[in-house]
């Protein structure tokens, strides 16, 4: 496995979860990072990126401000901090791995298998 996403589960509106996705250190270094989510009937989203070096990120409209996207090069990790979640939070959250950076799923090369995250109201 490649990319493997954790940490999803159910919590209320207004609470707070934080996903880790660890990838293998063959993909790891030198490739940007990024977070998507697909809710029911939907299309898949992007969430957030944050650069290989960790320097940049880039957000969702949707979720700017909530979400909080970074990386620890020394565990080959990277992390969505979602607080002040939302029921249209709900989702399907993946995370993904590239060489070129963007917003859009055709840039990245990785994926993980998906972890659920529900927002009740």
């Known amino acids: 496995v490649q990319l493997q996403a954790f940490g999803g589960g159910m919590v209320q509106a207004g609470g707070s979860l934080r996903l880790p996705c660890a990838a293998s250190?063959?993909?790891?270094?030198?490739?940007?990072m990024g977070w998507f989510r697909q809710a029911p009937g939907k299309e898949r989203d992007f969430v957030a990126y944050?650069?290989?070096?960790?320097?940049?990120?880039y957000y969702a409209d949707s979720v700017k401000g909530r979400f909080t996207i970074s990386r620890d090069n020394a565990k080959n990790t990277v992390y969505l901090q979602m607080n002040n979640l939302k029921p249209e939070d709900t989702a399907v959250y993946y995370c993904?791995?590239?060489?070129?950076?963007?917003?859009?799923?055709?840039?990245?090369?990785?994926w993980g298998q998906g972890t659920l995250v529900t927002v009740s109201s």
């Open positions: 250190a063959r993909i790891y270094s030198s490739v940007h």
């Open positions: 944050i650069t290989w070096s960790g320097r940049s990120t």
């Open positions: 993904a791995a590239g060489r070129v950076l963007g917003a859009t799923a055709s840039r990245y090369d990785y």
